[in-house]
């Protein structure tokens, strides 16, 4: 058998078979790419942790020639072989045929290599990377050096002793592909790489896999990412293979070259690879992880064999130890990995993830502080402090964790390890954004420990700083404690005064203050935010980074919102102030007080929500100014949508015919404009509807109806939908206008019979229904409240909202009848009572009885006229459903239902003793139900003979002379529950 010996790159000899092949099996390549230039301290021979380049630099592209020099080939000298120079290349022409000539198997058949044929090729392969550069061909350049290199290959297969064969020569081509097509070279790479396995000219054990895996490295793309993860997954399995194979072997620990056995550099590679490319690619993180686990298990199977005896050391060429053990850098580049790599609706998990993996590096590392690079250990735990802070609000456990993380790091008493200010604050931070009220207190903790270790000098390096207090502050306003958040301000100014620069508030720090005060329900809120305001600009005056800006002036105008919300007229003109104050510093050169439109919006809303009588002209006017300023200039000052909203409906709560026609005319503008900026939509149209409704105008139900069917025929942004219709049918039912109910009709039958894509709620039937109350046609209001209630349970499922109750429009009808010329009301509402159990009960609709529900079938039956006997009936129509009332599961009478109970045997009954003993039964249920009011005491003193009073009351007083206080505690139990009705009774004389 010939042999070819070859120097290795690594200068350890190969013994290479020139005729036989490994039938090996093939391997998977299936992950990983990349990696920069790390470094790690004490790593053997001081070299790269990721490779650049293995031991010995591989040769370059360029370098082909020099990857084939140094040969012996066998014992013989082959010198005077008549190897004569190459002949000059003048052309490219010449080289494709040259080139060709090597490669085609008829003109120069496999086996037929001479010395002279073996130069030749390495110097046509050089030839090729100069052409490249030339001819810009660098595809078909590169394929040309794979072509011949895979010759080589061939004859060295084929034994023939004049063709020689490194794989430094494999690895300058597999450069060159990286070199001119990074999409390319590790398709390129792997075939170059199973070539020379398949071929056996290098045996898979002598295998330049960590050169190969250094030059995938720097591709960046996730196919080199796969192929370095799936060489690194073969190197893993050939070490176990051969380990198995040859443990008694003294000569396979030295045999086995360093390239082809994966180490720390080998892991951080792959990992390194995933890492550069993780923003583009979602698994990287995950597959990262996966490496650093294999790396952990293997590390964690040889140091179990070691410790037990059954392990043995291996050793680099100078003798170093090697070991698989992930370094502070493996773990690093993972975290990195996982934070790159995560989505959007997944950054709490990779937060979680990477503090798994943090937790991971501490338990590997615990007895080995000292002796690691604790600058980048310091940057792992800052990284994840900085995830978890990003993810706080919506992940409970973040400040938690990052408590732990930061206790374990005071702990550990080491100084390059100890937490700094950057540290403190972030986990501060963090804190607070916790819901948790006890976020707080950890944060004060916090700030203790600070102050403390930094005057004991455990470490100064840690120093509370104005960072850390606005934390606080933010904490306290997130919790609503105002009083506590301007406290911190105090303080903060008591120690800049003593001289503790580090704490000087900011103006995050006031305009935090004014935002505590301006979220608080406190009626004075509006003025203390305009106090501390004020306290800022004299701070401002000796510390000019200090100024009020939009956050600030958003917060006043805020509080002032709430205020003219309940009620408050005063505060729309406040809100202007600011506004001119505003604008006045801006135009003095202050450009953090440059108005936008929000801030005009929010001004607009403060007017038209206080209630004054001209917040609609007030409104105009600041919409006026708003346009004029935009017109000389100011191009954030353009009017939208939204603020033209906000104007109409300050017209809108004008309630004038003054202010709906108004809004109408700017409704108009909007939809003239041709501007989508300004666009009319479904809320500017609902708007001046609204308006309309609230003019009591007598041509309002007119124009709402002519705005609604305009709607109907526009396009999809005004479209009308639930609410504007429900907001029309609402304003019918609140009009005195006799055409309401046949408008209100019409609109209805639109909805029900699907011309319309608006499917009927609740709400608009009970609309109609109190439209149907209002008829002036008494004598109708049965028939068409009955008929519309049929309508309703027979409406198919499509054309009926299934999330409403329907209830309300079952009581709304109810209450109808107690207005209609109906003599019999008690059996009109039994009727409609039938028709609401019968549709809840077979599901065609949801009507759940209700309070409001027995209550108004009570007060029907009162309003009943005929004999004796129908009023008995109807009398006992109601008591029925008072008992059915006291029996019910999830309903219970309330201040409502006695009242109206106590009337009906006012008008219904006699004053016979049988009918006097009925009242008696009704009072004794109130007592049991706690809800004796003095309304009720009222309403019986009023009819009831004096005697039979005091025998109720118990007592020998004057009945109308018995307060409140004077009755057992239990009778009045309920009267102050919020079940109960929401009505309250005064101690008072009945």
Known sequence: MTKLQCRHYSSMPIIISASSSRNNNAYYLATPAVTPQIYNKGHRRGGPQIRHERHQKPYSSSSI????????????????????????ISSQSQLITQTQCILDESLTPIGSFTANTMEHAVELMEEWTHQSEANRSLIHSATQITNLLHRIILENKEGNPHAYFRTAMAESACLYWRKISPEQCPRQTLQIISLM??????????????NMISILTKCRNRQAALAVQGLLYRMIALEAELEKGEKDDEMFYLDMTSNCRPDVITYNSAIATWMHIARSEDDAGDRAVEILNRMKGGYRIRSIGNNRGGGRDITDDNGNLTSAKPNILSFSMAMNTVLRAKKKNKVSQAALQAEDLLQDLIYFHRDTWEEEDLKEAKRNFDNVFEALNQCAQDLPEAAERSVKLLRFMENAEIEDLLPDTKTYNTVVGTLAKQRAVSSISKIQDIITDMIRNRDAGLNPDAKVTTQTYNALIKAYVKHGQEAS???????????????????????????????????SQDERAAHKTAI???????FGKKYPDVKPDKVTITSMLKSLVRKAVK????????????LDKMIESYQRGNELMKPDKIIFSTVINCVAKCGKSDAGTEALLLLNRMQKMHEEGHSNLKPDTITLNTTLSALANTQTAEGADQAGKLLQAMLRSNDDEMAANVQSYTLVISAWAKSGAKESTEKIEELLLEMEKVDDEAKPNNVTYSTVLNAFAKSNDPSSYERATRVLKRMEDGSINVVPNAFCYASVMECISKSRDRGSISLKAMDLLQRLCNQSDSRRSSRDSYTVVFNTAMKAIEKSSEKRKDKIVTQFLSLMREGHKSGAITAPLNVRTYNAVIRACVFTIGSGDDKREAFNAAFDTLKELRSANNVSPDLYTYPAMVRASEELLGRSDNDLEKVRIIFNMCCEDGLVDALLLKNMVNFLPKDFMRSLLCTEKEPSQVRLNDIPRDWKSNIYHKTSGGRRSGKKNI
């Open 65 to 88: 020639l020099s990857a084939a020099n140094n040969v012996i080939i066998g014992d013989d000298d082959h010198s005077d072989d008549g190897i004569d120079d190459a002949l000059p």
């Open 197 to 210: 396995r398949d071929s056996g000219v290098v045996e898979e054990r002598f295998m330049p896999y960590n």
């Open 485 to 519: 958040a301007e406290s911190i301000l105090l303080q903060m100014q008591d120690e800049h005064n003593k001289g503790n620069h580090d704490v000087r508030p900011d103006s995050v720090t006031w305009n935090l203050v004014i935002e505590a005060h301006a979220k």
């Open 567 to 578: 009620g408050n007229k005063y505060v729309g003109q406040q809100a202007v102030n600011i």
């Open 532 to 538: 501390i305001m004020e306290k800022m600009l004299e």
